[in-house]
């Protein structure tokens, strides 16, 4: 289901948006090398079922409604069904600008003819933070991007990456974001 149709005439441009997504995850170590259930075991990692990661595709717009790039977000799947309070994280608490603030903000913008109100975007921000040791999960990667290996018994087994970073998805992904940007 979260395969790119190969007939799309954009199917060009969400591929190198998926390549340009991977590489982010890549250069930031987002991702543990591929493992075994035992080398997870070894290393520490609960022993849960791997959490899916899903790709999303979106087509950007700018502010003119034309076309500003093709968008592919990486996405933890860390619903109730995958992720428990209590077991996989307890506190998910982040801060956020209360809406007074910002209505103070704006009023006293519009005061001034010199001031301008421009916005900003912490580019992959999530994936700045590191994930604790336990809050770690096993991902389980899409279809395509599935890898396998051989285990110590000689049995073929698929391989799943761990979560070092704070991932789209995680419950606790904000908070980590938000304690690492108050450093």
């Given amino acids: 289901p979260n395969l790119i149709c190969s007939e799309r005439p954009d199917f060009e441009e969400f591929t190198g948006a998926e ?6 995850f890549v250069h930031r170590e987002v991702f543990s090398a591929p493992m075994t259930r035992k080398q997870r075991l070894a290393a520490g990692v609960r022993d849960i079922d791997p959490v899916p990661l899903m790709k999303i595709y979106e087509i950007k717009k700018n502010e003119s409604e034309g076309l500003s790039k093709f968008k592919c977000r990486m996405v933890l799947l860390g619903s109730p069904k995958h992720l428990q309070r209590g077991r996989d994280f307890w506190a998910t608490y ?5 809406v007074t603030m910002t209505r103070i903000l704006m009023f006293v913008l519009v005061q001034y003819d010199d001031m301008q109100n421009e916005t900003g975007d912490v580019g992959c921000a999530y994936l ?4 604790p040791a336990r809050n770690k999960v096993p991902v389980l990667m899409p279809p395509e991007d599935k890898m396998f290996g051989v285990n110590e ?6 391989l799943h990456p761990v979560t070092d970073k704070a991932l789209y998805g995680h419950p606790i992904s904000g908070r980590l974001f938000a304690k690492e940007r108050d450093k």
């Fill in 19 to 24: 390549k340009k997504e991977m590489m982010a």
């Fill in 94 to 98: 982040s801060s956020t600008p209360l």
């Fill in 128 to 131: 700045e933070a590191r994930m």
């Fill in 153 to 158: 018994d000689g049995q073929r087994e698929e």
